[in-house]
């Protein structure tokens, strides 16, 4: 099975070398019996890709310190789906924080049924206001590079490989979890903290998606944030808390 999905992957051209980002027919060598060897790019005579001898938990590692090798294994060189469900839960981490930041911010604690309904009420419109913002954020980001770079994002799967890279590099927002619960003086510190990682994170998806230089990716964010906060003051002048 791994063998054909190699040579699936190797013939729609899928493979990159993990140093240049330049296209490789394939990543090892089977010579059978158990010997395996690591492909040599042909461009910067580098291995393709050495994360393919190295444990998950390195690859991981090297994921969080945003070393580009790592994001070039992770989104050319293996088939990681797990995208569309990683959103959605960053989304309902971030509605839950909200969430709670507006219960403590309530003095109300009758148990009465339509109060708790009004409350559950609340976390589905935080879920739908944070849906709403991160998708103004993508948008701005989209938006950006088409107008700057638009041979870059000439196809749909051009189109879709970006997405998915950014929805990958948000994994970030599953700390926000973990520093509510260890709540503490410097929450909201941590908190910007998790926001600054994750823009990091954003940046570093887009350099190696487009191979771009570093400029341009920050730029794209900020026009994405700009658009994020024109969202949240169109919200605020709606009366709506978020």
């Avoid at 393919?52 to 294994?73: G, S, T």
Wanted: aromatic share 12%; hydrophobic share 50%.
């Amino acid at each position: 099975g791994r063998g054909l999905l190699s040579r699936a992957m190797a013939a729609l051209g899928a493979y990159r070398c993990i140093e240049c980002s330049r296209e490789a027919a394939e990543l090892y060598r089977d010579y059978r019996r158990g010997v395996l060897r690591i492909s040599i790019c042909k461009s910067c005579q580098k291995p393709v890709d050495k994360y393919i001898e190295y444990d998950p938990v390195i690859i991981l590692i090297n994921a969080i310190l945003c070393k580009a090798q790592a994001y070039r294994h992770i989104l050319f060189n293996t088939k990681i789906n797990i995208h569309g469900k990683l959103c959605i839960f960053c989304l309902l981490c971030e509605a839950y924080l909200r969430w709670l930041q507006l219960q403590d911010s309530s003095q109300n604690i009758d148990p009465d049924d339509l109060i708790r309904y009004a409350k559950e009420w609340d976390f589905y419109r935080m879920f739908g206001i944070a849906s709403l913002e991160q998708t103004s954020f993508l948008l701005g980001i989209f938006i950006t590079l088409w107008w700057m770079r638009p041979e870059m994002l000439k196809t749909k799967s051009d189109f879709i490989l970006l997405l998915k890279a950014l929805l990958l590099s948000s994994y970030g927002k599953l700390l926000l979890i973990p520093a509510v619960i260890w709540e503490h003086d410097y929450t909201p510190l941590c908190l910007a903290f998790i926001k600054v990682f994750v823009l990091i994170s954003n940046s570093q998806a887009i350099r190696v998606t487009l191979n771009l230089n570093r400029m341009l990716p920050w730029l794209a964010i900020i026009f994405g944030l700009i658009l994020e906060n024109g969202v949240v003051w169109l919200f605020q002048k709606m009366g709506w808390d978020v």
